[in-house]
């Protein structure tokens, strides 16, 4: 049990003075992008009923519904606001797809506001250990088509829960391991299609804020929850793992500014290297969909498993889209960028579109990554109608930590965000928000972020 007990010592112990100023940072840009993809998914599919249900269900008027309005239990304002988080596929990740941020951040600020407010240092301090224990989980895993975020996130989330609720250690370790139990979700969702993709997100914020409630009330989980005989290690890393790469210099190094992921195009970040590869020849070349005679595509086995299949639009395309390299690759090269709008059903259903998903190929190659880890890495080639050959490999696509997004860029993608939402806040609303999360260790209480998320806020 000692993983366990350091695991729980760390979340317990560490302040917000030793936190370096990395990590810091990281969580002010996943806070702000969080909110930003908040504002424009709000209005998507599931989520306006998604709200109705939480606020149906009723209850204790403890957090916020962000954009909407009315409060709830904070276990089901989370999944209502991580679902809107989630929506359009444009928040934070990690790999091997852990998606972070949209169950981390939605998590603080509903406990937030459930314990009577914070100050911004609170709230900082565990949303960076919230993502240090959601990041080193996540680098244990071996998930062959379990979704991380339902696997790994609810760590994080249960971590900000706890520290947020000033549980004791041997609390923090309950909460841990309560939510070890609660941990589940499958890719399949991504492959189908399916609105669950989002639900997952919120399951993932509603597991850490059940969880921490229950720990709280003295409710015990599994001691051993990580190396036990059918712990986390057996489970997801198969009796595969390295117990020193999940405790390696914990509280002195802090590995998730290193591994997040802001998307430069607005889906799945496996279609983020094919993209990257087909604007390259599109700007470097002139290509145009009508002198294409053939486009393959090779990823690494993991990659196609999630996002080669056929396209097919089914009863979510937004997601069928989102998910599926050939029309992410289709689009792009027909519209030259690739942007929120060309996620919509209309644009989705362009026939132009549909038939040039139909001229491109998507294969593995075991040579890009092995099979069980996900790998950005693509080799594209184009073969047009008079015969000429155009290929481009794309190791680290824009946004990956080996390729990161300019600070001008991070700032364009979350105005576009912002210029998407259906929902949108006013301009006065967005100022006061940008300015607060700049400075979010100076804010006496967070609840001051929260008023702002509101549609009808004065800010």
Known sequence: MESEKLLASFISKSSFKNIPPEPLKAIKNIVLNLIGATIAGSAEAGCEAVVRQVKEWGGKEESTIFIYGGKVPAHNAVLANAYMARALDI????????????????????????????????????????????????????????????????????????????????????????????????????????????????????????????????????????????????????????????????????????????????????????????????????????NVKNIDIKVSPHVYKLVGHPFVIGENPRVDAQFNLRYCVASALTRKKSSLKYFEED????????????????????????????????????ITNNGDEYTQSVDHPRGTPEKPLTEQEFLECFQDYISYGKNALSGKNIDAITSAVGRLEQLEDVRSLIDLLLKKSKG
């Not at 259903?349 to 491109?360: C, F, G, H, M």
């Open 347 to 382: 644009w989705i259903r362009d026939p132009q579109v549909n038939e040039l998903t139909r001229k491109i190929n998507v294969s593995p190659a075991p040579e890009l990554g092995e099979p069980e880890r996900m790998h950005f890495r693509v080799k594209l080639k184009v």
């Open 91 to 290: 928040d934070d990740s990690m790999l091997p797809g852990i998606h972070p941020g949209a169950s981390t951040v939605t998590t603080a600020l509903a406990v937030a506001e459930k314990i009577g407010g914070c100050s911004g240092e609170e709230f900082l301090t565990a949303l960076v250990l919230g993502h240090e224990v959601a990041a080193r989980m996540n680098l244990a895993a071996d998930y062959d088509g379990f979704d991380p975020t339902g696997i790994a996130a609810p760590f994080g989330t249960a971590t900000v829960a706890a520290r947020l609720m000033k549980l004791d250690p041997d609390q923090i370790l309950n909460a841990l391991a309560l939510v070890f139990n609660r941990s589940a979700g499958s890719f399949q969702s991504n492959v189908d299609g399916a609105l669950s993709v989002r639900a997952i997100q919120g399951f993932s914020a509603q597991s850490g804020v059940i969880s921490a409630e229950l720990a709280r009330i003295g409710i015990t989980g599994p001691r051993n929850f990580i190396d036990g005989i059918y712990g986390y290690f057996h489970l997801y890393a198969k009796d595969k793992f390295d117990p020193g790469a999940l405790l390696n210099q914990l509280g002195q190094d802090f590995l998730f500014p290193g591994k997040v992921v802001y998307k430069k195009h607005p889906s799945c970040a496996c279609t983020e290297a094919s993209t990257d590869a087909i604007l390259f020849l599109v700007q470097e070349t002139g290509l145009t969909p009508e």
